[in-house]
């Protein structure tokens, strides 16, 4: 019975991420969902991110932390606008959250919309929120076993971003077999090893994100145009 | 519906875990239920933990881990019995699993029980297990903000592990405001600093852990006494 009602809302979530992939779509926007366990450093490198391209593009942040608004206050000082979500205890975002957040963001028009989910390296593997890419983080600190013991998580990003490389020489992390063990199960993923912390590593993964959100505004533009070439035949 | 459900869940839950904890207690079992995120440090500190203990106590471990037995492999090397139990995807232990696999440890007598959690920092919180101790690890790469983010695991905690005092050098974490936040929350929690992998700090846990093991058959003791001496009236 627990199976049934999890992949019924499994379903439902489905239904309203399509629908917020839509929308999002109709608009340009990229949207991007930060997810890791806590502490890999998702917020700080939000806002090194947040830092380099605020003059650049427009963004929008929404936040999801189970009671505080910590990283919210964090991020808005960066000079962008955030929604809070807090879940009250729960372990992930949905996308039906992320649909009632962005209504708050809309008026913003921003272009690139970062999602930073609940730190948990889990749960929120399961939930589609809409999002174009899924950018996973994991620190050099946590040890080189996390992508073969948590891989739904690791499967499904778009990107790893190896966070906290200024700790490299203190720990026993060995960057080869965890990039290795991403490649078995995702060889798509793109890899960026940084340190929000040093800034080291940071202008690759910048570069690479804003160039995301040009081609998304260009493929937007683009169906367009084919709907307008197909609306005048 | 959804709350309902899980309220049900957790009633039940709570029912088999006051079981789970007669039955260990009847026995005499000092159980540990060690909880953290992703690469805090919880097998490291299994490892150190045990190699100095089971010279002089018989320890069993339960080990919890979605999918692999990485972590079982690893502890099984001290020359301890080891029980996996693999969630497929659940994010924490509960009651139950904890019923089933300790039946395959039983007739190996254990007078420490470790039951090493899902790395999962909100989900686990929610699960008795039946256990006498709730021990939380957390690692001084993860950010000061961590007792604030996620408080019910340690408004929860009986003890505080606090890892990798190795890397403190090397971060901004602030060990007094970190043992003051979980003083606001939970005075009564011991906390101790360690490091799995110089071993400092080890000491000063262990002995404290063997303190809890001795006093958990005294009172066993104390109470087979009470209950004799009871029958004899």
Redesign the interface.
Same mark, same amino acid.
């Given at each position: 019975m627990?199976v049934k009602?999890e992949s019924r809302?499994l379903g439902a979530n489905e239904l309203i991420a399509h629908n917020n992939r839509n929308m999002f779509s109709s608009r340009g926007i990229l949207v991007i969902n930060l997810m890791s366990?806590?502490?890999?450093?998702k917020t700080t490198i939000l806002e090194c991110t947040i830092q380099e391209l605020v003059k650049q593009i427009k963004i929008g942040v929404i936040e999801g932390? /189970?009671? &505080?608004d910590?990283d919210a206050r964090r991020i808005e000082q960066q000079g962008v606008e955030v929604v809070q979500i807090n879940t009250e205890?729960t372990?992930h975002l949905d996308a039906q959250m992320i649909c009632h957040a962005y209504q708050k963001l809309d008026a913003s028009k921003p272009q690139l919309l970062f999602i930073e989910n609940?730190?948990?390296?889990?749960?929120p593997a +399961?939930f589609d929120l809409g999002e174009d890419l899924r950018v996973v983080v994991i620190?050099t600190? +946590?040890?080189n076993?996390?992508v &073969?013991?948590?891989? /739904?998580v690791f499967r499904r990003a778009d990107v790893v971003l190896v966070n906290?490389t200024? /700790?490299l020489p203190? &720990?026993?992390f060995d960057v080869e077999k965890v990039k290795n063990d991403i490649g078995l199960i995702n060889p798509s993923a793109s890899i960026f090893l940084v340190s929000g912390?040093t800034g080291e590593g940071m202008e690759a993964w910048i570069c690479w994100l804003l160039q995301q959100s040009k081609n998304k505004l260009l493929s937007m533009n683009g169906t367009s145009y084919l709907q307008m070439a197909e609306g005048r035949k």
């Open positions: 627990k009602l809302l366990s806590p502490g890999s450093g932390d /189970l009671y &505080t910590q205890g372990c609940v730190g948990n390296l889990v749960c +399961e620190s600190a +946590e040890g076993d996390k &073969t013991k948590y891989p /739904l906290k200024d /700790l203190y &720990t026993d912390r």
